[in-house]
């Protein structure tokens, strides 16, 4: 088993910058690739950015792209989300999950296997 832990999360204003951030505690060996997704009140979890086991490898939902950084500290176990020029609509919880079957990680919840408990972010305009 794989136990992740999310931090990070807040209140900002349109336009700052937040970085929250994932532990990964357990049977880290087993994860391969590693995700963050969130979810808006009312809305389905979506998709935000995946970086693979080696870092090497990223990607990201058209909405964040250029504004948003996924990084990974394989030392402390730790994979970090840099969110900068935050919008209204950037306003969710995030949830970090561990992919423990592909080495680059998907965009579908469906491909990860370890859920954290969620943080939330909050962006006012």
């Known amino acids: 088993q794989v136990q992740l832990v999310e931090s990070g999360g807040g209140l900002v204003q349109a336009g700052d910058s937040l970085r929250i951030s994932c532990v990964a505690s357990?049977?880290?060996?087993?994860?391969?690739?590693t995700g963050w997704f969130r979810q808006a009140p009312g809305k389905e979890r979506e998709f935000v950015a995946a970086i693979s086991r080696s870092g090497g490898s990223q990607n990201y939902a058209p909405s964040v792209k250029g504004r948003f950084t996924i990084s990974r500290d394989n030392a402390n176990n730790t994979v970090s989300l840099q969110m900068n020029g935050l919008k209204p609509e950037d306003t969710a919880v995030y949830y970090c999950?561990?992919?423990?079957?592909?080495?680059?990680?998907?965009?579908?919840?469906?491909?990860?296997?370890?859920w954290g408990q969620g943080t939330q972010v909050t962006v006012s305009s």
């Open positions: 357990g049977r880290t060996s087993s994860v391969h690739a």
């Open positions: 999950a561990a992919d423990s079957r592909s080495v680059y990680g998907g965009r579908s919840r469906t491909d990860y296997d370890y």
